[in-house]
């Protein structure tokens, strides 16, 4: 197929619904933090975030399913039809999530709502992403066809990029107060109009000419499920498109955005507004690159640019991490002493029915940044409420950093979405060649969605866990006077990523032909 008269129109229908069912999905991980103190108990912060985070992936974890729900639909009855319906179950869920009560109205039935409509989600999104990703490729020319489908590839951080500027905008419309009360929920609710409006541009489309001829001619599979894993030679294709292709890139992509956005904040402590700021400049001076090694997939070859990627990841992770820590790292700054400012107050908390110590620190560097910490001592009958043999205090640091310190972490983290555009903006081209027309839409969708959703999905939950391990590691050797066990416990997250990047690389260099392609033209 050589024309490609209205292939314009073609990336632009699918983009957009690919881009809003990316913005509905990421909505939730951009809103996190403020997530988990809304659905889950706030006993405690950090396994409430722990939580949330859990949440969060439970959405990536079933997005299989919904790749062989929908790819098998798409293989039956057509890919346009099957990622319409995906289209209107993510937006109804994420619609949703944002008129759940919080956890202190309807107490269990919070967390519980939220884990269903999540699990909708990415049932909805295993379906969406594979038909997409077809669609445009049997539309597009073969020798242009990593260029053309790394359109729909930009659709995924452009999503990210989106919900994050939705929140900021948000936020700055609104008081504080009001954003932490019930503005959280305006992108939620805001995403039903970018569906219905991306439904109407969808509803109009064709069929992938390709699928139709199939069709046409009476070859479509009759059992899509049974013909991609039940025959042999396919599901070896399967099998070496997961682990020597969609696993590594998985990782790469979610700690390249979402592990770092949350490293950022969580770790760094730096001010939200500012994290989703240096997050949305860095995402959107990356974005251009999918197209950039899509387009060069079609003249080198997709395998050389994504594992590249991959084994660029493997060694400059902790290098780039340890930057990033350390450029914000208050030890390293000198403190302006005679402008720091600390006051008390006594605040009500509606769930003792006492009160709370607050006690706001504010403190300034001669670099122009600014650390406010706020501790919180819990009362009972007027004293410290003790738990564990010592006050209960909750302490929450923000800092915000000058304006030097901003594009240096807006640098580190481009040059982690520039990672993230070698190894994705080749694959979806990659994995459409791989498998006949009949049973491409179940056969790629799998793959995909066990790398990204499982093996990517669970990145944010595993790498906060093993860091948060190895930080309580160190202080139980700290009380006992032993030697710490980890001299950076804040990179001890990153060897999920590293590791599962170095076996897929390994696995793709031997294993992978580049000549392999299933694709009719």
């Known amino acids: 197929m050589s024309n490609t008269k209205g292939l314009w129109k073609i990336i632009g229908a699918s983009s957009v619904g690919t881009l809003i069912e990316w913005y509905d999905f990421y909505i939730f991980g951009s809103l996190a933090t403020i997530i988990s103190t809304k659905f889950f108990p ?37 890919r346009k039809y099957t990622f319409m319906v995906t289209l209107l179950l993510m937006g109804g869920a994420t619609f949703a999530i944002g008129c759940i009560p919080s956890y202190e109205s309807i107490g269990f039935f919070a967390p519980l709502l939220v884990l269903l409509l999540r699990l909708l ?38 999503g990210l990029f989106v919900s994050l500027l939705v929140i900021m905008i948000t936020r700055l419309s609104i008081s504080k107060e009001a954003f932490n009360e019930w503005g959280w929920r305006v992108p939620f609710w805001v ?59 998985g990782v790469v992509w979610y700690t390249g955005q979402f592990y770092a956005m949350s490293f950022i904040e969580k770790i760094c402590s730096v001010d939200k507004m500012q994290s989703d700021t240096l997050m949305a400049i860095a995402l959107l001076m990356g974005t251009p690159f999918f197209l950039v090694f899509g387009g060069l997939s079609d003249r080198i070859g997709r395998k050389k640019i994504m594992l590249a990627g991959m084994l660029i990841a493997v060694f400059a992770y902790r290098p780039i991490y340890e930057k990033m820590y350390q450029t914000v790292n208050l030890k390293n700054k000198t403190e302006v002493v005679d402008q720091t400012t600390v006051s008390g107050v006594l605040k009500e908390n509606a769930k003792t029915s006492g009160f709370d110590s607050v006690v ?106 093993l860091a948060s391990k190895a930080k309580d590691a160190n202080t139980v050797a700290e009380k006992a006077n032993e030697a710490l066990p980890y001299a950076q416990p804040y990179l001890e997250g990153l060897w999920y990523p590293i590791i599962v990047s170095a076996i897929c690389f390994v696995i793709g260099l031997v294993y992978i032909n580049s000549k392999i392609k299933h694709i009719e033209d």
């Open 42 to 78: 706030s006993d405690n912060p950090t396994a409430a975030f722990l939580a949330t985070l859990a949440t969060f992936a439970a959405g990536f974890v079933v997005r299989p399913f919904g790749a062989l729900f929908f790819g098998r639909l798409g293989d039956l009855i057509g």
């Open 121 to 158: 989600q990415g049932l909805a999104l295993g379906g969406e992403y594979g038909g997409a990703a077809t669609y445009v490729a049997e539309h597009a020319p073969a020798n242009r066809r990593g260029y053309w489908t790394s359109w729909i590839q930009t659709t995924a951080t452009v």
């Open 191 to 249: 995403s039903i109009l970018m569906v219905l409006v991306s439904y109407i541009i969808r509803k109009n489309m064709h069929e992938s000419p390709l699928f139709a001829k199939v069709k046409a001619e009476g070859k479509t599979a009759a059992n899509p499920l049974k013909e991609s894993f039940g025959n042999k030679l396919n599901f070896k294709f399967v099998l070496l498109a997961l682990f020597g292709a969609t696993m590594g890139q």
């Open 360 to 465: 706001t620190t504010d403190k300034y560097y001669t670099d122009g940044t600014h650390l406010n910490e706020v501790k919180t001592t819990t009362l009972e009958n007027g004293v410290a409420k003790i738990v564990d043999g010592k006050p209960k205090v909750d302490t929450k640091k923000t800092i915000t950093i000058n304006d030097g310190d901003k594009w240096t972490l807006v640098f580190l983290v481009f040059i982690q979405v520039l990672l993230v555009t070698m190894v994705y903006g080749p694959i979806a081209a990659f994995l459409v060649e791989l498998f006949p027309t009949k049973i491409r839409y179940t056969s790629m969708s799998l793959p995909y969605h066990i790398g990204n959703g499982v093996f990517g999905g669970l990145l944010p939950a595993v790498a906060t866990y």
